[in-house]
């Protein structure tokens, strides 16, 4: 029987404004908070603490994205469910490391938004680098190597693209208006700016096209809600 014990590195941070620009009149500003998640399993005899297995994958979770406006105080109370929604989906991560992850993003990705909102930048982007470490436990005899390979490929979450008919039938249109009820690009955060080429996907999530493809060729779900699209 296999034991497992998760440990997590405490998440590193960068953040930063995709437009330079400042938000002098503190109008509204967008946030998305990405995660970037590698875990790397360790396969340890329980008896002899010999590593017999080392495997490294990436863990991908769909971005958080949310709007603010001056002076609303943000708190990482509101941003917890979130967080803790999108990181939970998938079953690679266990529950203390969920919880553990979410209030330190939440907390970290609170302040930086903060400091970046107070000197007016209208975009935010927090990317949130983590590495966790599975330290999984076997006893002499059992069937390692069978263990591992299904273990891993239970666990995969794949970066799979969509397929090339479905891509080619989104519909691109031109930004042709000023709408303020449009969010700006789910990608990149940018503003649709006129005679912007624009994407909305089955979801109804809008995207530049080049933003858009771009990502439906590593992967087959909306960046934002992970709706489905089809694969090959």
């Known amino acids: 029987?296999?034991?497992t014990i998760q440990d997590v590195r405490y998440p590193n941070f960068e953040v930063y404004a995709p437009d330079a620009k400042p938000n002098r009149t503190f109008e509204g500003v967008k946030v998305l908070i990405q995660f970037s998640i590698n875990e790397k399993q360790l396969w340890v005899d329980s008896q002899t603490a010999i590593t017999t297995g080392i495997r490294s994958r990436?863990?991908?979770?769909?971005?958080?994205?949310?709007?603010?406006?001056?002076?609303?105080s943000l708190s990482s109370e509101l941003?917890?469910?979130?967080?803790?929604?999108?990181?939970?989906?998938?079953?690679?991560l266990q529950q203390s490391t969920i919880d553990y992850l979410t209030g330190s993003?939440?907390?970290?990705a609170c302040n930086m938004t903060k400091a970046m909102f107070e000197i007016g930048q209208k975009a935010i982007i927090v990317d949130a680098?983590?590495?966790v470490m599975t330290r999984l436990e076997y006893v002499e005899g059992e069937d390692i190597e069978r263990a591992m390979r299904e273990s891993f490929?239970?666990?995969?979450?794949r970066n799979v693209p969509a397929s090339k008919a479905s891509v080619e039938a989104l519909k691109t249109m031109i930004f042709e208006k000023e709408d303020t009820s449009k969010e700006p690009c789910g990608a990149c955060l940018d503003e649709f700016l006129l005679g912007d080429k624009i994407v909305d996907m089955p979801c109804m999530h809008t995207f530049h096209e080049s933003c858009i493809v771009r990502w439906l060729n590593e992967h087959n779900s909306c960046p934002l809600c992970r709706?489905?699209?089809p694969i090959n």
């Not at 990436?58 to 609303?72: A, D, K, L, T």
């Not at 993003?105 to 970290?108: E, F, N, V």
């Not at 490929?153 to 979450?157: F, S």
């Open 1 to 3: 029987m296999t034991t």
């Open 58 to 72: 990436p863990i991908e979770r769909s971005p958080v994205m949310f709007s603010i406006e001056f002076p609303y």
């Open 79 to 92: 941003l917890m469910p979130r967080i803790q929604e999108s990181l939970s989906s998938g079953n690679s």
């Open 105 to 108: 993003i939440a907390d970290k």
């Open 129 to 131: 680098k983590v590495e």
């Open 153 to 157: 490929e239970a666990n995969l979450d």
């Open 227 to 229: 709706f489905k699209m």
